[in-house]
């Protein structure tokens, strides 16, 4: 490859991202006679990947068809401390078992996107584990503390006399690490994650390493429009949730963030995008579209064409669904077992909570007694939310 092919395969490959650093230095890696290693860090601090996610799974996927391999980074070490990043509080530190869990659902998840031939799969706790204090002190004489504080989240937690404690110092500094570890020629991450990014070229410059180039890739609103897509806080799209749910979530979000799901998720023209903002296209036609696209992605032709069914029947038709689960009863049972047992709760005190809330309702009428039992062929549909229904029989 020659340097102008080189210029012009670094300008393609950093479509959609929101900066990098640099397009002269990929262009220069580019030129190498071997295959680039690209680095995706994530913490495994939800057993599950959401909507989010895959804008970044997805960059590293057309590197992945450029013939470059992807290094997935589980950073089952470094979820012990917390990821500060974008925090006012400090984050509570996950336990090993609890890491553990949520590192096993993320190799499948992320094969969904990914090309599994082209993807090394590592855990950073491979080298943190045996780091002794003498070489963490090495690798942090590094890094100054004044370059630490920095970091915009740090800055303003101090600025407000928050408290600010010496393991959240040290992330950016281990995470820095993985890219001396893994002789990263490219990591890629979420705008909230440059600092930590910059850290790595940094610390790789410091070993003797070429510093790696950074990629940032835009980060995603949540359902509420506002706040970034976050398992934790309760406004995701997780991509193994079921199909139906999936539909009904992404029918719920704005006219202006539907538009910028389809820029960002969907992968269809700016022909009809432009038809959607320009009200060609109905608004409600284009987010049925749209959630039918993301569902087809992760679950396939069918269960997309089951989910816009399943909502059409039961949101605009006011049916409940032919395909709604049938639980057949014998003797009298609780309302918060049959929660539980139909996994429309996960628990009794959630379906406690969900009672509390009014979002339980039984043949249309909501549910305001705890204790409520259901007596066999004297009720038949249990809803739960907006999304979960089943028939109940004798």
């Known amino acids: 490859m020659n340097q102008d092919e080189a210029r012009e395969r670094a300008k393609t490959l950093s479509n959609g991202a929101v900066e990098v650093i640099s397009t002269g230095e990929l262009a220069e890696k580019l030129m190498l006679a071997r295959p680039l290693r690209i680095k ?4 495994p601090t939800a057993p599950d990947l959401h909507l989010g996610h895959t804008v970044v799974l997805k960059k590293l996927r057309d590197f992945q068809r450029a013939g470059h391999t992807v290094i997935f980074l589980v950073g089952d070490f470094t979820a012990m401390i917390g990821d500060p990043t974008g925090r006012s509080e400090t984050r509570k530190p996950l336990s090993r078992s609890e890491i553990a869990a949520n590192a096993e659902t993320y190799r499948g998840q992320a094969f969904k996107i990914l090309d599994p031939e082209r993807t090394e799969v590592r855990f950073n706790s491979e080298w943190m584990d045996q780091m002794g204090i003498a070489r963490l002190i090495e690798v942090a004489a ?3 503390v004044a370059r630490l504080l920095e970091r915009d989240d740090f800055e303003k937690r101090l600025a407000r006399e928050e408290p600010l404690f010496l393991h959240e110092l040290l992330y950016p500094l281990i995470q820095g690490y993985d890219s001396v570890a893994l002789q990263a020629d490219l990591e890629i991450g979420g705008t ?9 070229r940094e610390l790789q410059r410091a070993f003797g390493q070429s510093p790696q180039v950074v990629v940032t890739m835009p980060l995603i609103e949540g359902l509420d429009g506002v706040r970034k897509m976050s398992k934790s806080l309760g406004n995701a799209v997780g991509i193994t949730e079921p199909p139906e749910e999936m539909f009904g979530k992404l029918m719920s979000v704005s006219d202006p963030l539907m538009v910028r799901y389809y820029r960002m998720l969907a992968g269809v ?6 038809a959607i903002e320009s009200g060609a296209t109905h608004p409600m036609e284009a987010k049925k579209r749209l959630a039918t696209l993301i569902v087809e992605e992760y679950h396939g032709t069918a269960a997309a064409r089951a989910a816009r069914e399943y909502f059409e029947t039961k949101f605009q038709r006011h049916e409940v669904p032919g395909n709604a689960p049938v639980y057949r009863i014998s003797e009298p049972l609780w309302i918060c077992e049959l929660m539980k047992q139909l996994r429309f709760a996960s628990s009794t005190s959630e379906a406690r909570r969900l009672i509390a809330q009014g979002a339980v309702r039984v043949d249309g009428r909501v549910v305001t007694d ?9 009720h038949g549909v249990l809803e739960v939310g907006k999304r979960r229904v089943a028939r109940i029989e004798r």
Do not use: C, T, Y
């Open 40 to 43: 995706l860090g994530m913490d």
């Open 142 to 144: 590094h890094l100054s």
């Open 192 to 200: 909230d994650q440059k600092f930590n990014m910059l850290v790595g």
């Open 269 to 274: 023209s700016e022909a009809e995008i432009a």
């Open 370 to 378: 705890v204790q409520f039992r259901f007596a066999p062929g004297e």
